[in-house]
C-alpha cells in the first residue's frame, strides 16, 4: 500500500468516529444516520485540519446534516447525464467533448455533490466497463477532448491511470486530456514524484480542480499544486457558489486571488446544482452577479472565472454576466465601467454594404476614389564620394 493509500485510510468515515472526534453532543449519530446513509462520508486528514469549528465553510461541506433529506425541488440526476450517456461511463453532451467516469470513490465527500447519486457506488460507476468508452471515443472522430471524472480520478492507482491514458493516446483524434480532481485540496500526497514522471510522458494532461474556500489552500495543498505545475500540468479551478461556504465577495476576492498565487487559474464558478440533497447550499442568482461585478475590474482578470448556470436537465453551460451595457444602436455603445461610471463608444462608420444594418442588395455599391499615383522624387540624398 502506498504511503497515500495509507493516509486515506486514516480519516473519518463513520460517524461513529465523527463523534468520538467532535464530541457526541455536537453530533448526533442517530439523527445523521439517515443522511449518511444516503450518502456516504469521508474526511481525511487535510481536510479535518481545516475543520476548525460547527457550521464553519470547510465544516459545512462535509459533514453530513438532517436538511440533505429536504427535498423540495432537488432532482436526483439534475444536469441529467445519464439521458446523455450513450455507453455506460460516458456522457456525450456538446460537440467534440465526452465526460469520462473512471473512478467511483473519492478522497473526502462533499455533501453538495452534483453526482451523489452515484459517487461512492462501485456498481454505478464499475471499473470493468472501460472498454466500451474506449470504443466510443475511438468510433467518434469529433471527440477532441476527454475529461476523465468520477468520484476522483486521482484515486486510482498510478498503473490504472497510465493504462487509461496509454490507450486514450493510442486514439489519434484525442488531443487533450483532463483530469477533474478534488485530490490537491483532500489528499495532496497523491501528488507523488513518481505520477509526476509518469504524466509527464501524455502530455497535454490539464487538471481542473475544485475549490470553494480560500482555508482549502494549505501549505501541503499549495505544495502539491507546485508539483503538478512543474509537471506541465496546466491548472484550472472550478469552484461553487454554496450558501454558507463563499457566499459573499470577501471570501471570493481571496479565494480567486490565492489560487493564481498557488499557479492555479480561476476557470468557472458554477450556480449550486438543483440536486436533491443539496438544495440547503442553493443561493439567488443575484448573489452571484454580485460577487462577479465585486471582482471584474477590482482584481486582476486572471482571477475572474466566467459564472455559468448548469442548466437543469442538460442544457449545458450558460454563462451570465451581471449588466454592463445600457444600450447599443446603430451610432454608439453605452455602458457603465466597474465603478459604475458611464462611457459611450462610437460604433465604427463602416462602408454600407458591410454595415450590419440592411441586407447588401439594398444599399448602393460605395465606390472609394483612387488617386491618380504622385510621380516619385528624385534623391535628394547626396552621394558618397568614393574613398581609397
Ligand atoms: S470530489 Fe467531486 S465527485 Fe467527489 S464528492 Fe466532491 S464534488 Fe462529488
Given at each position: 500500500m502506498s504511503d497515500w493509500q495509507q493516509i486515506l485510510h486514516t480519516g473519518i468515515d463513520t460517524l461513529d468516529k465523527l463523534a468520538a472526534k467532535f464530541g457526541p453532543d455536537v453530533i448526533d449519530v442517530d439523527a445523521l444516520k439517515p443522511a449518511f446513509d444516503n450518502f456516504q462520508m469521508r474526511i481525511t486528514p487535510n481536510v479535518l485540519s481545516q475543520l476548525k469549528e460547527v457550521g464553519d465553510p470547510i465544516w459545512n461541506q462535509y459533514v453530513p446534516t438532517v436538511?440533505?433529506?429536504?427535498?423540495?425541488?432537488?432532482?436526483?440526476d439534475s444536469l441529467d447525464e445519464d439521458g446523455d450517456?450513450?455507453?455506460?461511463n460516458i456522457t456525450h453532451r456538446y460537440p467534440d467533448r465526452v465526460l469520462f467516469l473512471v473512478s467511483p470513490v473519492c478522497a473526502s465527500y462533499c455533501r453538495f455533490c452534483t453526482r451523489r447519486r452515484k459517487v461512492g457506488d462501485p456498481e454505478k460507476i464499475p471499473l470493468n466497463q472501460y472498454e466500451s468508452a474506449f470504443e466510443y471515443i475511438r468510433n467518434?472522430?469529433?471527440?477532441?477532448d476527454v475529461i476523465m471524472s468520477g468520484g476522483d480520478p486521482m484515486m486510482l492507482s498510478d498503473r490504472r491511470l497510465e493504462y487509461i491514458f496509454q490507450r486514450l493516446r493510442e486514439?489519434?483524434?484525442?488531443e487533450i486530456i483532463r483530469l477533474g480532481s478534488r485530490i490537491t485540496s483532500?489528499?495532496?500526497?497523491?501528488?507523488?514524484p513518481e505520477f509526476c514522471e509518469m504524466v509527464k510522458k501524455y502530455h497535454p494532461v490539464y487538471m481542473n480542480t475544485h475549490f470553494n474556500h480560500p482555508n482549502e489552500l494549505t501549505p501541503a495543498t499549495v505544495a502539491a499544486l507546485g508539483r503538478l505545475a512543474d509537471a506541465g500540468v496546466p491548472l484550472g479551478c472550478q469552484t461553487v457558489l454554496l450558501r454558507g461556504v463563499n457566499d459573499n465577495p470577501e471570501t471570493m476576492k481571496e479565494l480567486m486571488q490565492k489560487l493564481l498565487k498557488a499557479r492555479v487559474r480561476p476557470y468557472y464558478l458554477y450556480m449550486a446544482d438543483q440536486v436533491a440533497g443539496g438544495e440547503h447550499f442553493r443561493t439567488m442568482v443575484e448573489t452571484g452577479l454580485e460577487i462577479v461585478k465585486a471582482l471584474r475590474g477590482w482584481t486582476s482578470g486572471l482571477a475572474v472565472p466566467h459564472f455559468c448556470i448548469d442548466a437543469p436537465g442538460g442544457g449545458g453551460k450558460v454563462p451570465l454576466l451581471p449588466e454592463y451595457v445600457e444600450k447599443i444602436t446603430e451610432d454608439e455603445v453605452i455602458f457603465r465601467n466597474y465603478e459604475g461610471k458611464r462611457f459611450t463608444y462610437k460604433q465604427p462608420r463602416l462602408p454600407a454594404a458591410a454595415s450590419a444594418c440592411g441586407s447588401a442588395a439594398e444599399q448602393e455599391p460605395v465606390v472609394l476614389p483612387i488617386r491618380a499615383a504622385k510621380p516619385r522624387k528624385k534623391s535628394v540624398r547626396p552621394r558618397r564620394r568614393k574613398t581609397g
Open positions: 436538511q440533505e433529506l429536504d427535498v423540495v425541488d432537488g432532482v436526483i450517456s450513450p455507453v455506460p467518434h472522430p469529433e471527440i477532441r486514439i489519434p483524434h484525442v483532500h489528499l495532496p500526497e497523491r501528488i507523488t
